[in-house]
């Protein structure tokens, strides 16, 4: 299962490890209560409506509970969207996650990738039932603007199309452009989210998707039962609805991610600018081997489609951590300058 690894990150022999895009705050000490408290009616099924966990939501985001949907993460939503639509073209805007093209394919599909919102448009045009883009982006963490966004939803509509917008680091992000309850309230756009990131429950696994309650119906029937455990159902619960905790999330990424810039800028790096809780830079082919030497794990990014480094180059993207970490892996990055 090695491979699963080094598709999306996660090294636990590593000392410090920046692969992951988690919450630097780790999990709340309310969200850490909720879960024990939920371990002892373990006993039990977990509620198949998730009820309580779509109610909190529903206050987190403004969005009615019946048009929310639960999930064991957000990678279970998305294949279970793909199931839902088998057979179907997609366009993917590239280069990001690339479980929106493996899902599609999995269940028949054809996945065409597109680079820019322009060509998103005319793929739509061309045919492509789904337009998949992340929002802010990963690798990158580029967030579109909002005439970017709204431009296609149109787009969409008018051809009979979806939006799929994966806004799973959205919580991240610094005053945005939009909302994700405007664009839930265009009748062709799915938000998927996800608290795995935010709220450091990856563990736990939690995603959920906001649209019409028809196409969440339809996508509901490709889910298994009982798919979302009490644990999870808790600890969603618990965690959207701490908005301190959001607000000292935020500000703590802002910090610590200028903390990053400028440690890759001073090591000669140019990390891309991002509104999310990574960096995207290019470096030496063998610097993420030279840094686990030092116990520290960066994430390759040679499997991303349409990332194409220079010669000799590879990128590479960096989660950001608490500020112990980062210096860290500041002082190696310089160690391996000398």
């Known amino acids: 299962m090695r491979f699963l690894q080094d598709k999306h990150g996660g090294d636990p022999q590593a000392e410090i490890d920046f692969s992951v895009n988690i919450s630097p705050l780790g999990m709340s000490g309310t969200v850490f209560d909720a879960c024990v408290s939920a371990l002892r009616r373990a006993d039990r099924y977990p509620d198949p409506y998730c009820a309580a966990l779509r109610a909190a939501l529903s206050v987190k985001e403004s969005v009615p509970a019946e048009n929310i949907l639960a999930g064991n993460g ?9 199931a839902s639509h088998a057979g179907e073209r997609a366009a993917v805007l590239a280069p990001t996650f690339s479980e929106y093209a493996n899902a599609v394919r999995a269940f028949g599909g054809e996945v065409g990738y597109v680079f820019d919102f322009a060509a998103a448009e005319r793929a739509v045009c061309g045919g492509a039932k789904t337009v998949f883009v992340c929002a802010p982006n990963n690798p990158d963490g580029a967030m579109p603007s909002r005439g970017e966004v709204f431009s296609l939803a149109d787009a969409c509509a008018a051809s009979g199309a979806r939006l799929f917008l994966d806004a799973c680091f959205y919580d991240f992000v610094d005053d945005p452009e939009f909302s994700l309850t405007e664009l839930f309230a265009l009748p062709n756009v799915l938000v998927l989210q996800a608290l795995t990131k935010s709220c450091a429950l990856a563990g736990v696994r939690l995603g959920y998707l906001m649209g019409a309650s028809e196409e969440l119906q339809r996508i509901s029937e490709k889910s298994q039962p ?8 808790a ?3 618990a965690a959207a609805v701490d908005r301190r905790y959001f607000g000292l999330l935020r500000e703590t990424v802002r910090t610590e991610r200028a903390f ?3 440690a890759l800028r001073r090591a000669g790096y140019a990390p891309f600018p991002s509104r999310a809780n990574f960096l995207l830079f290019e470096g030496e082919e063998d ?3 030279r840094l686990k030497e030092r116990g520290i794990a960066i994430r390759d990014c040679g499997d991303f489609a349409g990332l194409t480094p220079a010669a000799g180059k590879r ?3 960096i ?17 391996e300058k000398e």
């Open 235 to 237: 600890a969603g619960a």
């Open 226 to 233: 009982w798919n979302v455990s009490s644990l999870a159902q």
């Open 287 to 289: 610097l993420a081997a």
């Open 319 to 335: 989660g950001v951590r608490t500020h112990a970490e980062n210096e860290a892996l500041r002082r190696a990055l310089l160690k």
């Open 260 to 262: 990053l810039e400028d």
């Open 74 to 82: 957000a990678a279970e939503l998305i294949y279970a969207y793909a």
């Open 315 to 317: 990128y590479y993207r």
